[in-house]
Every structure is written in C-alpha cells, then in structure tokens.
C-alpha cells in the first residue's frame, strides 16, 4: 500500500512540479519518475576495479535504468583505474575495468565525460586523455575541459570538468592557470544551468576524506559568484548530498560505483549513505532533479530544485 501512494506521489509530483526535497523514500526506479522531455545524465565514481566488488552490479543497475530512462552521457568523477591508474592506451584495464563493464545494450555507446582522480594520477594521465583517440565514446579532451550544451528541450548547460588533484595539493599559485581557465570559463557562459566537475569534494560528511579546504577557500567562492547550481565529485565511497546552509550550490558526492566506505552524516548533510550505486540528473529549463540509485535500481533519494533555490 505504501508503495503504491508513493508511486502516486511521484506521478503528481511529475506532473505539477511540486517536490519534495531529500525524499529517503525507497522504491524501484521506473521512467515515471523522470519529466519526459529532460536531459538526462548519470554520474558514478570511483568504479575501475575490473568488475570486483560492486562495479559490475552497478553497472548492470546502470543499463537496466537506461532502458527506461537513457542518458545523454555518463559523468565520471574520477578514480577510473585501481589502484595506479593506467599505463597506456594499451593497459589491460581498459578492457577489464571499462569497456567490458559498462557493455550492456543501453549504456554500451553512451558517451562518457570523465575527471581524473588521484589514483589516476599515479599512472600515465595523458594516456586517459589519448584514449578518447582509440574510443571515441570516452571524452577526455584535456586534464580539465567544458562542455556547453543546448538541449533540445531549451535548457542550456555549461559543465566545467576541473583537474581537482593538484587544486587540492599543490599552492594557489602553481594552479592559477586552471583557476583563470575556470574563472572565465563561468564568466563568459551564458548558460542558464552551471555545473562543476572533480574528483574531490568540496564539502564531504565521509570520515575517510571529508571535507577540501583548499577547495572551500577558492572554489566555493567561484561557484557562488557565477551562479553554479550544483558541484558534482566522488572521492569518498559513498552517495552523499551535502547543502552548507545559505550556499546557493549543492554538493553531490557519487563515489559508490565499486568499493564502499562507512558513512556519516555532519551539519551540512540532506544525504549520506554507504550504498553502492550511481546518480541519475534529469535537467529541464526551470528544474534540476537528482536521483540517488543503488545497484538493486532502487532510488534510495530524490532531490529538486529551480534554477535558483
């Protein structure tokens, strides 16, 4: 019975608009419960474990979703390659951790937009950026790129794909090529939704990492300037969604696509949760929704907002 009212829930909330922010109620994923004419995108982190642990059943979550629900692409937000990252284009792992994971029928030619992670970094990060020569549906132009998009329902995107691992460890001044790049990048856009991309969270409630100083220092400021609506990362293994009270960004960690860490939960947590899973986003002209979902395709969260909260 309860079920049942949720799923009316969920079709009257589709068809008004009206949400309800940070519902934990659990249900099984189906196509209603995204507007028929979004853009839609998924984003997984750190997963590159050639198949081990949870990545092959998120995987298979992954594809059973987008057969109800196919993304336009596949955000990844770093750690693709475990433990040393990847030594060429030729590494075995592409095959191993990659291309035979995410093969199933409805996600096997979905392009992916990946970050670098720190474990990336430990092999050859130029061979993650060449390999987009080899296979064109990994699309890794540089270390950090933008992507602009005008979707066919109206909405337009700019996502800026940030190389977070020397943001975080090396001084203001050695990354000031990338905060300009990134500065202007926002500037110039005219886009009505603003996203940021990288490996490391700005804001994170997981005792293993938590939060990123240097990134809350240079960062947030930015993504609050230029009227980014939401920052998306992995890092820590686990789904969280993190809202600093007054911040007009949201902060969505997805670093559950393999192996999981203990979660917590601290005073900026809507959500946080040690389940394997993905987000789907689903982006019309005047809302955002995010959908937290586990390797059972079950959506353990769901998340609106307008363009501005």
Known sequence: MMKYLFFLLVCFQVATG????????????????????????????????KGKGNQKPVAEAMNKCAAMVAPEFIMSTGDNFYTFGVKSTKDKLWKKSYEDIYNG???????????????DHYGK????I??????????MPADHYAETINAKNGATMTFVFTNSEPLVHLSAEANKPQWTWMDSVLKQSASTWKFAVGHHPVYSSNPMHGDSPPLQEQLKPMLEKYGVQAYFCGHDHDL?????????VDY??????????????????????????FALVAITKEK????FIDKEGDVIYRYERGVRL
């Not at 949400?19 to 998924?42: E, H, I, R, S």
């Not at 060449?130 to 699309?139: G, Q």
């Not at 955002?288 to 959908?291: D, E, N």
């Open 125 to 128: 990060q130029q061979a993650e």
């Open 240 to 248: 969280q969604h993190q809202q600093p009270k007054g911040s007009p």
């Open 288 to 291: 955002m929704l995010v959908l």
């Open 105 to 119: 029928a409805n996600i096997s030619k979905t392009p992916w937009y990946p970050v670098l992670g720190n474990h």
């Open 18 to 49: 009206f949400a309800l922010p940070g519902d934990t109620t659990q249900m099984p994923f189906n196509a209603t419960f995204v507007p028929k004419d979004a853009f839609v995108f998924y984003v997984i982190g750190d997963w590159g474990r």
């Open 252 to 277: 969505f960690v997805s670093g559950a696509g393999s192996e999981l860490r203990p979660s917590a939960a601290y005073e900026h947590t809507l959500f946080a949760k040690s389940k394997a899973g």
């Open 130 to 139: 060449d390999y987009m020569k080899v296979n064109p549906r990994w699309h």
